[in-house]
């Protein structure tokens, strides 16, 4: 058989090997964006599906919108309160077992007291050897006769709230009488609210 038929029959095959890569060529291409076209309308479901639960969200969220706003304005009003109350004494039940250590003889002529404010900063120590104060009661006291200072610190260092105290001053009034000026420094204890909600 001459040459230019077996280079012919060679040619046919190659093009036949050529043909059959090209189409399998066109079924991957197209069979990928068949997978593709697939895959994107699935995800787009999806993504209306999750559009559609999130308006139905919204929507139920806007129905309840007058309940939130009044939970939030509670919370604020709550919230404030629990700010206001924070340093808030009452001052008769702190004080009286503090005056109950005067002698019948004695009389408190005048009562100056300081507490914390909500939005000041705290009492500062007195001195260096002070101990911390969430409020302080300056009480004068006239006496008929020498005050027994020791006595009433002795007594009321047992008492709950007493932090500390000092004698600012005694005067002689009269010919027996004294008056006597005695700072009373007290604790968290004293306090009406002890825990403030965080």
Avoid: C, H
């Avoid at 189409?23 to 993504?47: E, I, M, P, S």
């Avoid at 409020?135 to 006291?141: D, E, G, W």
């Avoid at 932090?163 to 006597?180: K, N, W």
């Amino acid at each position: 058989m001459p040459p230019e038929f077996a280079l012919r029959k060679r040619e046919r095959a190659r093009r036949r090997g050529l043909a059959a890569v090209v189409a399998g060529v066109l079924v991957l291409v197209v069979g990928g964006v068949g997978a593709l076209y697939w895959w994107a309308a699935d995800v787009q479901q999806q993504l209306d599906g999750e559009r559609a639960v999130t308006q139905a969200l919204l929507d139920a969220q806007l129905e309840y919108s007058d309940v939130t706003s009044l939970q939030a304005r509670l919370d604020d009003i709550v919230a404030q309160r629990d700010v206001l109350t924070a340093t808030e004494i009452r001052w008769r039940d702190a004080l009286l077992p503090f005056l109950a250590v005067f002698g019948p003889g004695d009389t408190v002529d005048a009562i100056i007291v300081r507490g914390n404010a909500p939005f000041e900063p705290p009492l500062t120590l007195d001195g260096p050897l002070r101990s911390p104060r969430s409020s302080t009661a300056q009480l004068t006291v006239a006496t008929s006769g020498i005050p027994e200072t020791s006595s009433w610190m002795e007594s009321w260092r047992d008492l709950e709230g007493f932090a500390d105290a000092s004698i600012d001053s005694i005067a002689q009034e009269g010919e027996e009488g004294f008056v006597t000026i005695v700072t009373v420094n007290f604790t968290d204890d004293v306090l009406a609210e002890q825990e403030v909600a965080e």
